[in-house]
């Protein structure tokens, strides 16, 4: 049982470059969510997923997409990336009776 | 407004002695409430959750934390602090009516000195 995993674990990115940050998770939970930590602001809520092919927003979800085809993945998306995007990014899941969320490793990523 | 608030940002302590972390939330409604443990460069564990049981609520590593509605408050403790428990630990609410949305405090960072 691996649980939650990241890829990658570190990112560089220039300004206006894209890219796809991977979680999968092998317990089967219904609820997966991406959250981005920065420093004395805790952990935000990006976007979350109740099931496969169903997405909502959450606080901060402006700059990202995602989507869910499977219920073990729930990449994230970067269309454009921004210095203001700079963080660590979680991601985590959980089975829908329980609010115990199961989180990855982290990626961390730097936009210059 | 609902929200969840972390009194202190940094807690130091010595080895041995006891450890108070405390966690305030602002609600008209009983919430669910958790504590996870960030250890450095690693993600989220959770150490204990409240979700309308007992009062006082038992967690991982020595860790245990107390429900008071009248206080609104869920402060951690641990009675003797072990240099393994350097991290920093997230007070988490799930208020009532808000679905799968969780709200995190900032976090304290908690430091063990010998």
């Known amino acids: 049982n691996a649980g939650v995993t990241q890829t990658p674990k570190f990112q560089v990115l220039k300004t206006g470059q894209s890219m796809t940050l991977q979680c999968a998770q092998d317990?089967?939970?219904?609820?997966m969510s991406w959250y981005r930590q920065d420093p004395g602001m805790g952990l935000r809520l990006i976007h979350y997923?109740?099931?496969?092919?169903?997405?909502d927003q959450g606080e901060v979800p402006n700059g990202y997409n995602v989507s869910r085809s499977t219920t073990e993945d729930f990449p994230l998306r970067l269309l454009s990336a921004a210095p203001s995007q700079t963080s660590v990014y979680f991601c985590?899941?959980?089975?829908?009776?329980?609010?115990?969320?199961?989180f990855g490793p982290g990626t961390r990523l730097t936009v210059t | 407004a609902q929200s969840v608030t972390q009194l202190d940002s940094h807690v130091s302590v010595s080895e041995g002695t006891p450890v108070l972390l405390r966690c305030n939330y602002s609600?008209?409604?009983?919430?669910?409430l958790f504590w996870y443990v960030q250890h450095p460069n690693k993600g989220l564990q959770l150490l204990l959750k409240?979700?309308?049981?007992?009062?006082l609520v038992k967690g991982i590593n020595g860790f245990e934390a107390e429900f008071k509605k009248s206080e609104t408050s869920f402060h951690l403790t641990k009675p003797s602090a072990h240099m393994s428990d350097a991290a920093e630990y997230f007070c988490?609410?799930?208020?009532?009516?808000?679905?799968?949305?969780?709200?995190f405090g900032t976090g304290t960072r908690l430091q063990v000195t010998l």
């Open positions: 985590a899941s959980r089975r829908k009776e329980t609010y115990e969320q199961y």
């Open positions: 317990m089967n939970h219904e609820y």
């Open positions: 997923s109740v099931g496969a092919g169903i997405t």
């Open positions: 609600s008209s409604y009983s919430p669910s």
């Open positions: 409240y979700t309308s049981a007992a009062t």
């Open positions: 988490v609410v799930r208020f009532t009516g808000t679905a799968s949305k969780l709200t």
